[in-house]
């Protein structure tokens, strides 16, 4: 059983895991490099519990012991006794090998590792650990606390026992999982990047403007949200960066990286966190 959960990050994907752990009735302990980065995490975990509470879809008492659940350190020896550790690290390979391998001595032999990488393979992940098959990629979606889904990776050698155990995990967090293969992008980002990459494309050739494109998928396709407006939202650095996943993995030049892409975050303009992107956020 999945009783204590360790987060490796505090930043937006892993404080947001946190809370809806937490929530769930999970202890959680949340590492980050520093106090200060674990401070805004927990500060982003008090507002949006906050919120729920002011739109009544949580009690006060409730908001407070999912606060009481989160113990945040710098010391990643605190794991010892965690049941599941979900790195929720930058989306970087290198970086991601690094803490898995540091990791890895600091817990249980029995204790499950994941992954909440979005693009990065599972398998390549799995074997730079000590259990290759208590390995599973998790790759929930921002922001955590409202996307319904949890994509569940299997590695080759992730084990039935450990993907059982995570549809368990998903299930009991409120998540609705489905399980894709180790493939670049796994089911969903295979979909939807390619979708975005296309519509910079569009933009990059004068097919219609920002607006206009986003427009038309809402409008005509009924998205939440327009292409270029999400790509804002994930970060543009971050797109090209599974962009480049994808062009690498597959070998195929349908799957190369818009040239604006690449201009805009050479650029610096990455989206909502630089406050420019396709659209201006004012920052």
């Keep these: 059983m999945i009783e204590q959960i360790g987060i490796v990050g505090a930043g937006t994907m892993g404080n947001g ?3 809806v752990c937490a929530a769930a009735g999970l202890p959680v ?5 520093s106090d200060a980065a674990l401070t805004r995490g927990m500060s982003v975990v008090a507002n949006s519990l906050e919120r729920l509470v002011n739109k009544q879809k949580m009690t006060d008492t409730d908001r407070q012991a999912a606060l009481a659940r989160i ?17 929720a690290a930058t989306e970087n390979e290198d970086l991601k090998v690094k803490i898995l391998k540091d990791l890895c001595p600091k817990l249980r032999p029995q204790a499950l590792l994941a992954t909440n990488t979005s693009s990065i393979s599972i398998t390549k992940l799995a074997a730079a650990t000590d259990r290759p098959d208590r390995f599973i990629g998790m790759h929930f979606f921002n922001p955590v606390p409202l996307m319904a889904l949890l994509e569940l990776i299997r590695g080759l050698q992730t084990s039935d026992d450990t993907h059982a155990k995570a549809e368990a ?26 979708m975005i990459n296309e519509a910079i494309f569009a933009l990059q050739e004068g097919l219609a403007t920002a607006e206009d494109l986003d427009a038309g998928m809402k409008l005509g396709c009924n998205h939440p949200i327009g292409p270029l407006a999400l790509a804002d939202m994930i970060g543009l650095d971050t797109m090209l960066s599974v962009m480049e996943v994808f062009y690498q993995g597959f070998n195929d030049p349908k799957y190369r990286p818009a040239p604006l892409l690449k201009e805009m975050v050479a650029a610096g303009h990455l989206g909502r966190k630089t406050g420019q992107g396709f659209y201006s956020y004012g920052k």
């Design 17 to 19: 895991i946190a809370q």
């Design 29 to 33: 302990v949340m590492t980050d490099i």
């Design 71 to 87: 113990t945040t350190t710098t010391d990643t020896a605190k794991f010892s006794t965690c049941d599941l550790v979900i790195e």
């Design 169 to 194: 995990f998903a299930k009991r967090i409120g998540k609705v999982s489905i399980t894709a293969k180790n493939s670049p992008g796994f089911a969903v980002n295979r979909i939807l990047c390619p």
